[in-house]
């Protein structure tokens, strides 16, 4: 009795829950970037990390549609195949010319291992890029896990900032030159509005002393807007931009560690759906900062729903920002 009481408060409540996202959010895309013009990316290459699913998906779908050349960086290289079979068939079905390099419409799509766990596997990677790929117009550092249990990187580094600052960052430095011979040329790097409550603890970075799942993603998201921030500082004056962006609430797999009681699970999904961005909309930033004409030339900045937003003070402190990178020039090897 009291389970089937539950279950029609539970009902009600999402019921209501419906009808307020259909009067406040609408059922339609409302997509934020301007100059979405066919051709706008064509004869450009676009890196993409984690691009099989979620926001990666739905941003390389975007800049394929404006003409783009997508490399698809991703760990589970069948997921990614099948991934890029689906992103084909999507848009030749909605009217769009096959992909592929001649093309005049959308562009061609290149599937690549990567591992972010794996600082051999981020290498590998790279020197295949750079054998490979005779510029690169964007990088789009989207990949991430998300307050998994404690767990290590192949090289022994806390999971959240292994993958989400560590292996970015060294993909990024290693990179460098291709995308400054390439000028001009963008970074744009994916973090959270979570990073507020983060910080940097220089004495257990590897959280051996402690660790706290939200506490250590907030941390590698912190850490995602001091790397940009640093590194704008470091490439002024070579015509490649960095910016950084949170993409807000999304209906994504993000969340696969989180635990939802079986009771409350169908409330939760009914409250991201009403509530969470799609996909699609939640890439729109990225998409933006990645091909938008308005941001020529702007670096540094963090962005949310296509506009600049202010940070906090402890994700501006240039100290904190240019000690993490030196550490993590040691930690990846970057430097003895």
């Not at 009481?5 to 895309?29: D, E, K, N």
């Not at 676009?46 to 760990?75: D, F, P, Q, Y």
């Not at 660790?211 to 015509?239: D, H, P, V, W």
């Amino acid at each position: 009795m009291a389970v089937a009481t539950v279950a029609a408060l539970l009902a009600a409540l999402g019921g209501a829950l419906w009808l307020a996202a259909r009067r406040f959010v609408g059922p339609s895309v409302k997509r934020l970037h301007r100059g979405g013009d066919s051709g706008l990316m064509h004869g450009k290459t676009v890196l993409i990390t984690g691009a099989n699913s979620g926001l990666g998906r739905a941003t390389a779908a975007e800049l394929l549609r404006l003409g783009a050349r997508v490399i698809m960086g991703c760990r589970d290289r069948t997921r990614a195949e099948e991934a890029a079979v689906q992103l084909r068939r999507e848009i030749c079905q909605a009217g769009g010319p096959e992909l592929g390099p001649d093309s005049s419409g959308a562009g061609e799509l290149v599937v690549k291992e990567l591992d972010l766990a794996s600082l051999r596997s981020v290498r590998s990677f790279c020197q295949e890029v750079l054998q490979e790929e005779p510029r690169l117009d964007v990088l789009i550092n989207n990949a991430g896990i998300f307050q998994c249990p404690y767990m290590k990187t192949e090289d022994g580094f806390e999971m959240q900032f292994g993958v989400n600052h560590l292996g970015h960052f060294l993909l990024t430095n290693l990179l460098l030159g291709l995308l400054k011979s390439s000028a001009p040329s963008r970074i744009v790097v994916v973090t959270s509005k979570l990073y507020k409550y983060g910080d940097i603890n220089f004495e257990d970075l590897n959280s051996e002393q402690n660790y706290n799942k939200r506490f250590c993603y907030s941390r590698s998201k912190l850490a995602n807007i001091l790397f940009t921030r640093e590194l704008a500082r470091r490439l002024e004056g070579t015509n490649v931009t960095v910016n950084v962006l949170h993409p807000g609430m999304v209906r994504t797999n993000l969340g696969r560690h989180i635990h939802i009681p079986l009771l409350v699970k169908p409330l939760f999904n009914l409250v991201t759906w009403a509530f969470f961005k799609t996909p699609l909309e939640g890439a729109q930033t990225s998409i933006y900062l990645a091909s938008s004409p308005e941001v020529e030339g702007v670096s540094g900045k963090y962005f949310g729903d296509c506009k600049e937003e202010e940070l906090l003070p402890k994700a501006m402190d240039e100290s904190v920002a240019g000690k993490l990178w030196d550490v993590s020039e040691v930690m990846v090897g970057i430097l003895k």
